[in-house]
Structures are given as structure tokens and as C-alpha cells.
């Protein structure tokens, strides 16, 4: 009797074939390797809030910083500028009209907490609105569209550009991962839970992309032994973890999926 055997194991399905022996009904396996990837869905509640996240600049890098237009000035020569005003920015070289950009301030600077020299890995850009041109030049004149938050001279420009999380992708986790690290919580609190976002001091240089799943420990915490006088590493301990939905060079951005504990600057980002 022929048989064919179909093993299952975790993600990955292994086919074995079978050939017929031509001088004997015996059924010789062969076995050949055919790996199916299992796609993987993010729930809809995790799914917006990635989305909406990802239509709005965030990271800065310092060379970037250079060629990005600024505002000089306004119409109304105010303090502050709103929805329908005009605005005057230079360094704006690939303005053409029509053209929509992003406004944002500097916020933050992201540092690699493993280096001795705090070397700048990004900025965080803030949100603040948007503005399409109306005439080119140096400056080039454009009008503000929407504002959100207060938009005034110094503000930066970026090009509008609209990202969104792939629908066709795979849950997994890098084959390794070295000294990573939550290194801002982007809601400015000192702690942070479940369906937040963070930042963490790994990019695409390091082999990180959409779609990692990775997790989350409290960094080394130390309590003193009274009895013996002696400050005391307590050991890691594992406390949430993380999704992994937009990469850049040197960071990434992550949704916290889980959190058992509040999450703090500088835990620890490992494999699961």
C-alpha cells in the first residue's frame, strides 16, 4: 500500500515524495524539502494605529537636516502661523508648484547608548502640518493646508510622502541581534505599555526589517543586600514584546505588542 507521510512542524511544512520501486510494491521515500512561509496578520486595532503613524515623518538624520527647507517668514509677519496662511521658505530647491510638504521641528536626538561618544543616530521630527507651494524660488512661497500644532520660523520642511505597512508579509525574528536597546519612548513619558511606540538603536544595517517580532527585558536593575552590604545585579527578567514595522538606517521604529511591566528607556531589545 502506498503512503505518503506529511509532517508539520511550527511554520514550516516538509513534503516527503515517493517513488515507486518498479520490481516490488514498495514505496521508497525520498525526501525533498519544500519550505511554505505562513503569512501572518497584525489585528485591525494594530494595524491603524501602525498606518496612521507611518503618514507622518518622524526620524530626521543630521544629513539630512542640510538640505531640508525652512521657514524665514510669514504673510502676516506673526509669531506664529495656522491653517490658510502664507509662508516663506529657503533651501527649497525641488519646489515646483503643486508640490506638498511636511512640516515639522526637531525634536529629540536619538543616541546610540553603546558608544562611549553618543554619536547622533537621528532627530525626531514632530509633526506640525502641511503646506503645498504656490510659487518657487528662493524663498519659495507656500500656503499651510493643515496645522496641528503651532508652526513658526526655523519650522523644517520634508516632502509628503505616504508609506504604508505591507498587507503581504511574515512574522519573524532575526537570526541574531547585539546590544539593542529602547532608546525613546515617543510619547515622552518615563514608561510606556501595550500598543505604544518606540524607538530602538537597530536599523537596516544591522539586519532589521518590517515585520520582526522581537522581545522586550528590563534592563540590569540592582538592589542593596543589607545584609552584606553589597549592591546586587538581579537577574534579566522578560517583559513584553515588539513589532518592528518601519527600518531606517541605524533605528527603527516598534509597536509594543505585549507588556507584562512598564517599559522604560534603555531595557533590553533580544531574540524571543
Known amino acids: 500500500m502506498k503512503k505518503i507521510i506529511l509532517i508539520i512542524y511550527l511554520s514550516t511544512i516538509f513534503n516527503l515524495n515517493y517513488v515507486l520501486a518498479k520490481d516490488e510494491r514498495t514505496v521508497i521515500m525520498s525526501p525533498k524539502i519544500r519550505i511554505t512561509e505562513r503569512k501572518q496578520e497584525i489585528p485591525s486595532l494594530q494595524m491603524e494605529m501602525v498606518q496612521h503613524f507611518l503618514n507622518r515623518p518622524k526620524i530626521v538624520t543630521p544629513d539630512e537636516i542640510e538640505d531640508m527647507g525652512y521657514i524665514i517668514s510669514n504673510a502676516e509677519d506673526s509669531l506664529f502661523v495656522s491653517q490658510g496662511s502664507k509662508i516663506y521658505v529657503r533651501n527649497l530647491y525641488d519646489a515646483v508648484q503643486g508640490k506638498k510638504y511636511a512640516i515639522i521641528r526637531l525634536g529629540q536626538a536619538y543616541r546610540n547608548p553603546v558608544e562611549d561618544s553618543g554619536d547622533v543616530l537621528a532627530y525626531e521630527g514632530i509633526y506640525l502640518g502641511e503646506s503645498v507651494v504656490e510659487k518657487a524660488g528662493d524663498p519659495a512661497v507656500l500656503n499651510v493646508t493643515s496645522a496641528v500644532m503651532e508652526i513658526g520660523t526655523g519650522s523644517r520642511l520634508t516632502p509628503v510622502v505616504k ?73 534579566r527578567e522578560l517583559i513584553g514584546r515588539l513589532l518592528i514595522f518601519q527600518v531606517f538606517e541605524q533605528i527603527s521604529y516598534a509597536l509594543v505588542t505585549k507588556a507584562d511591566k512598564p517599559i522604560n528607556k534603555f531595557d533590553i531589545v533580544t531574540l524571543p
Open 163 to 235: 508609506n504604508s505597512f505591507p498587507e503581504d508579509f511574515y512574522l519573524h525574528s532575526p537570526n541574531n541581534l547585539e546590544e539593542a536597546y529602547i532608546i525613546a519612548l515617543l510619547d515622552g513619558t518615563l514608561s510606556i505599555g501595550k500598543y505604544q511606540i518606540v524607538v530602538i538603536n537597530k536599523g537596516t544595517n544591522s539586519g532589521i526589517e518590517k515585520g520582526h517580532i522581537l522581545a522586550i527585558e528590563k534592563n540590569n536593575r540592582f538592589t542593596k543586600d543589607k545584609i552584606s552590604n553589597e549592591n546586587i545585579m538581579l537577574p
